[in-house]
């Protein structure tokens, strides 16, 4: 153990002494754990060190536009138009989902069924209570309750947020005009809990509620997740299969700029609920050789990083994209 | 040597020494020392102001774009873009109030306990007991507000409020509610704890330094202890007293990493101290980097400049409180 | 003394020693109340950080989660920055105090600075985060651990102005005039007899606000950001204790959650054992000279 110890630091010294770029981003905080481990992997290997910090995803926009980070990350994607004027150019860079959780007496794990419509009209308050018919119809045999629901979001603004929000308002026109998507929005009812740790910890402590977490939240915690019904009417729980499916078919190649929320995606076995974070960097960068460096740094994850990042609960992004990705980047980045 | 005049008359022989100069020609070292220290209060001046311009500076857009209805709007809609600071100022108010009425007494009775109740071997542990929870993170206070105290709270404390407080006329709309743990009381609860030790170290300094002359005398005369504290001590400290106090308040009102994680940011308005509420630090901490519209950005830092508002009123109204009681008891404040 | 009036005076009496024994009471009370708060949040933290108070704590970097690690350049980076602030925020603070307590007591402008000491003393934490990073983030271009410093020093100096203010103001006049009428000048009296008179009540001011700016995270957010890696330049983002507790607590591993945990009961520890040690070196100092 010692010997790894001295082992790593002697090459990080000798890479440090070597000029060794030392790389900043910061951004949404979904994919600050996968980021951090790539780039402990990558500096052990390269020397290079890409330090990113998560300080959510208006953070990311807000200081790259700034110019006081190499590149910023956030969960909601910047329009081509948005993108121009800043000069900036935008890619996906890891896939991730988010699942609704529950804490009813005697349900288990991926026992519960929803689908984008029910989930909305719970979030909206128009449905009250765990017997009522909705919810029946879909889950029959499952022990439900006469208790009213306790929803609970988020209380800080997040791109998890904005991600769930999206879907409902695909799946239900009474959420868009209502809510609407956003990082933060004006909730009908419910509680928040901070960050999705808040969140977690609630949904566990009330009982009858639901809540909505990152993937890597409810493997961690070992939540009650619930399936939900895709777009092509099959209910697909939180997988890494049903992540990948639908990163397979979501628009990619008609998309400038990559500009897409992937959730709902038209597969047959895609999970609907997947989201992807973006990646934002200069076109004509002021600082070229940590920009050159950050998309060393960036390649070597899409093509090496697979197997950190499904250890951590992430889904690396399909080489179809990847290669599309990296044909942006010869294009686009100078 | 014998400098004085001749006892036995005659003038006095010349004086061979000159007399140390009178304060009025202070010299270099004075006026350098009086420059100095004036030019780093000039500072503070200086930084506060530059702070507050540059926070009114970011809420302009706000201010330009709701007027006076920004402050007693409670709408709170990102996506709509319509914003009000209603809801989080209520909530600062609020919490602070909540904070500095459990902790003053609390403070007072530690620092009496410390000063005077307290053998001497017990003060030192004890002291450095109290300080302890000043030396924890801010941010612990949130952790494990939210982990461990919101459980508690919810499981045994607000259900039993529920039923023995909230029955009561007049202030029990103020605790009655939904028992989830997290909410207004809480947040005052945990930020009690967190000024609790400042309040304290404070009061137990100034206690302690009471000329024991003074305390003595009372003693002599016949006081109890609580007669001494209440006549000498509190008096000839009360500034000192105050000025913790307001140290108190004042972290109390821009406290952020506690709060936020068990105010529950809820943007909507309720009696209830058992509802979530928010606070205007808990409301920029919890949605300033997400904040992705400049409406949005600047209604969040309009909101800091507000609570630079708040305080100075505070404060205003707590010194003409404190001038009123000087002129009352006779004595120049 | 008519029979009636001593029974009166006896009534009184008795009043007032039980007002005396029920504050007394009180006072005990509070303490034990006090005392029981700081017994659950330490326990808390023990038990939760207790997996990661190892060695590895201490001598390695903050580790992607899933891995071994410590929290080696937190501390190192949090330490540089309190230094830096204590450096920066503290002769200017005690500095204001003196000027308010011996020049401008009754002042208007005394009162005025005060009133605008205590305004800035109350500001949340991320609002001067935020306007460091207008001054010293955005004009340069990146983050820095400078850019820290300067924030926590100006969450350090409203505490260290307020409390020097109150130290200085506590030391009886006769002693000034004593010095005075010896033929000390003003800049000596002030330094050479207030200081060390008032010195236990300045000592005081700034292990409080150290201990305050120990623990603060959202300034540092705005300014050092953090690093999860070391750095010799303080130029650059600077890994911190509170930005690292921050991100590790809200995150789903509980690796991260341990280290969490621990890093804060050190922080704690920290600011204890600093006060003890600035404490007895000050009383060593008055029993010596």
Redesign the interface.
Known sequence: MLRTILAVMAVATVAGAAGAEQITGAGSTFVYPVLSKWSADYSVKFGDKVNYQSIGSGGGISQIKAGTVDFGATDKPLSPVELAASGLAQFPVVIGAISPVVNIAGVRPGQMKFSGPLLADIYLGRIKKWNDPGIRALNPGVPLPNAAITCVHRSDGSGTTYNWAYYLGQVSPVWKAKVGAGTSVQWPVGVGGKGNEGVAAFVNQIPNSIGYVEYAYVIQNHMKYGLVRNSAGRFIGPTVAGFQAAAATAHWAHAKDFFLVMTNAPSAAGYPITATTFVLMYKHPKNAARSAAALKFFKWSFEHGQADAAALDYVSLPPVLVKQIERYWATQIK | MSIASDEFGGPAPPRRFKS??P?RS??A??T???G???A??A???I?????AL??LW?GLLAFKTFGLRFLWSSD?????HKFGAFVPIYGTLVTSAIAIVMAV??????A???T??APKWLRGP?G??????????????G??G???F??FV?TYLEPWMNDHVGTLPIIGPLFSGPP???GMLTAGTILA?MI???I???MR??FG?V?AELKESAVALGS????V?SHVSLPY?R??VV?AI??G???S?????AV??VL????DFSLSLFM?GNS??AA?????????SPLY?SSL?AL?FL??VV??IV??LA?LMLLRLGRMEGA?T | MTAHSAKAMRGIILRRQIANAAVLVAASASTLFGLFWLAWILWTTVSKGAAALKPALFTQMTPPPGTEGGLLNAFAGSLAMIVMAVIIGTPVGILAGTWLAEFARRTHLGAAIRFVNDILLSAPSIVIGLFVYELAVRPVGHFSGYAGSVALAMILLPVVVRTSDEALQLVPDPMREAALALGLPRWKITTKVVYRAASTGILTGVLLAVARISGETAPLLFTALNNQYWTNNLGNPLANVPVVIFQFALSPYDSWHALAWAGALIVTLFVLTLGIIARAAFRQRHLNG
């Open positions: 140390p100069a304060e202070s010299g070292g004075d350098i020392f009086k100095l220290t004036g780093m209060a500072l503070v001046l930084v506060m102001g530059g702070a540059a926070m970011g709170w809609d990102a996506v709509a007494p609390i403070s007072f009775g530690i009496i306990f410390l005077e109740l004890v450095t007991a109290i300080e302890l929870l000043a030396a924890v993170p801010s941010i612990i206070y952790m494990w939210l982990f461990v919101v459980p919810a989830i743990g997290i704890i609790l030790p400042f304290t170290a404070v300094d100034v330094a000329p109890t202890t609580w007669e504290i400290t500034s000192a000025g307001f140290l308040l004042g972290r009102l821009g406290e952020t990493m936020t994680f529950g940011n809820a943007h979530p205007i630090a920029i901490a919890n949605e300033f980097t997400e904040a992705d950005v830092i800091g609570l630079f305080t100075f404060l205003a010194k120049k």
